[in-house]
């Protein structure tokens, strides 16, 4: 992409509304803009990001087995009815009435259609294990909606749904989806960790939130320091072998790790050596719920057992907070001067600076380094506009690219460029191919 073409649009001023420096980072880099309250409009740069995201989140839950499909985001409230929810669920719910005066509302989460899809369709045990997943567009009337994409009343979740014979089964689904969810946050450069929570009104028995340690976040965290060592990494999993999912899940909750609603003053002091209790703040990216046959029996989700007998099936429900990954991932790596994009969810893989724009050498140089890492498969952004350096090297900072490219007269004449690392702020002068052989 050229700048001089792009949609970027940038803002000067630090926005006062913004509490957070995710939120603010965001409003700046030119990645959202606010329509109403804890709802935003996804410009260029920040839909990018958004769909990087989600590709990671597809690819992984693909990986363990599990089945994508996509239910709508206005559902008829009689079937919230027949779980008891449409009542319970209270003011987070945006209830709608259609022409015909028919209840409809915005889902929140969809346990209830996915059990209506489950129980229309499947009815041997022969058809389990089977887990779908959705990433759609949710809403709840949040009664803060703040901090930008972190806490918005419309949000790109990631819902996934186990079915399954039995209680051993249900809970094999729970490890492959913690497996998974490790591997995600990993992948967008994150540490989330899992943490023993409360169910809250999905309603269940097992349950571990995942937590990104951060200052800004909501919720209040108690963890033994060892924890914060332990990483996935690219070791190969076996999702079909129960007994390797189960010692991940051991790994990586044997330790004490609880948020504020579970935690137990006790048992943290017993468990836990002075020394490597903490106590911080952590942002929700994601839950992960066992709740057995909460949905299934009210609902009729039943299967033919071996014995020929009608039995409900097992559930659990996972969730990835999609678009509130943006913000968690930017409260987690940024600096003074902007974002700083994990490899893994950046929008570019590479920015280029052309340090004089006009100038004949330079602007050739930049045209043929913009096409060799486009034919390695790379997407860069090139800053072709007429501007002055500094105000070229502000904006890559700001959106954070994790490399930039310099391109200048004078390093020409000795047949370099600068490549120059986001995170470390290190610059190397070699080759236009050099560079390019770097970045592929
Ligand atoms: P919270 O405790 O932050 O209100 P939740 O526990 O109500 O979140 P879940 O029902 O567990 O949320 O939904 C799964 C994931 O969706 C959460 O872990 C979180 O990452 C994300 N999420 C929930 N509510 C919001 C929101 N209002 N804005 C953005 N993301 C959200
Ligand atoms: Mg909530
Ligand atoms: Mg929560
Ligand atoms: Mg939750």
């Known amino acids: 992409m050229r700048l001089s073409r792009y949609f970027l649009p940038v803002l000067k001023e630090t926005p006062s509304e913004a509490q957070i420096v995710s939120h603010r980072l965001m409003l700046r880099a030119g990645m959202i803009r ?10 260029p740069l920040g839909f990018k990001v958004l769909r990087r995201i989600e590709q990671i989140v597809h690819e992984e839950q693909q990986r363990a087995g599990h089945i994508p499909l996509l239910m709508p985001t206005l559902q008829p409230a009689d079937l919230w009815r027949e779980s008891g929810r449409y ?8 209830r709608i009435k259609d022409r015909h005066k028919r209840d409809l509302l915005y889902g929140p989460t969809n346990e209830e259609m996915i059990t209506d899809i489950f129980r229309s369709h499947v009815s041997s045990y022969k058809d389990l294990p089977l887990t779908l997943y959705h990433i759609q567009w949710k809403f709840r009337d949040e009664i803060r909606p703040r901090f930008g994409v972190m806490r918005g009343r419309e949000f790109l979740m990631k819902d996934g749904y186990n079915f399954d014979l039995t209680y051993e089964d249900a809970m094999h689904a729970y490890n492959r989806h913690l497996v998974s969810y490790l591997r995600s946050y990993e992948r967008m450069g994150l ?17 571990h939130e995942f937590l990104v340690l951060a200052e800004t976040g ?29 010692a991940v899940l051991e790994e990586f909750t044997s330790r004490y790790a609880r948020t504020d609603d579970t935690h137990d003053a006790a048992a943290f002091e017993a468990q836990v050596p002075e020394e490597r209790r903490r106590s911080a703040r952590g942002i929700e990216v ?11 029996e009210p609902m009729g989700a039943t299967v033919v057992n071996d014995k020929g007998e009608r039995v409900p099936v097992h559930m659990g429900s996972h969730g990835i907070g ?28 590479a920015g280029i600076v052309n340090l004089k724009q006009g100038d004949g050498a330079a602007d050739a140089a930049c045209e043929s380094l913009y096409s060799a890492l486009k034919a390695k498969g ?20 700001l959106i ?21 690392s986001r995170r470390t702020g290190e610059s190397e002068e070699l080759s236009a191919d050099a560079a390019v052989d770097r970045l592929a």
Not at 87 to 94: K, T
Not at 378 to 397: H, N
């Open 191 to 207: 540490q989330a960790i899992p943490m023993r929570a409360e169910s809250g009104p999905i309603g269940g028995d097992d349950t």
């Open 218 to 246: 909501e919720s209040e965290v108690f963890y033994d320091s060892e924890i914060t060592d332990l990483r996935f990494g690219d070791r190969a999993i076996d999702y079909d072998d129960v007994a390797q999912c189960r």
């Open 34 to 43: 606010q329509q109403a309250a804890g709802i935003y409009s996804w410009l």
């Open 378 to 397: 790379l997407d860069p952004l090139y800053d072709d506009r007429e501007e002055r350096a500094g105000a070229k090297f502000a904006t890559m900072d």
């Open 87 to 94: 009542e319970a669920y209270g003011e987070e719910m945006l």
């Open 286 to 296: 994601g839950q992960i719920f066992y709740f057995g046959t909460k949905y299934s």
């Open 400 to 420: 954070g690219l994790p490399w930039r490219i310099t391109v200048g007269p004078r390093g020409l004449k000795n047949g370099v460029v600068e490549l120059t």
């Open 322 to 349: 999609v678009s509130r990954l943006l913000g968690a991932i930017i409260e987690a790596s940024h600096d003074e001067n902007g974002i700083i994009w994990p490899e893994g969810v950046t929008p570019f893989h």
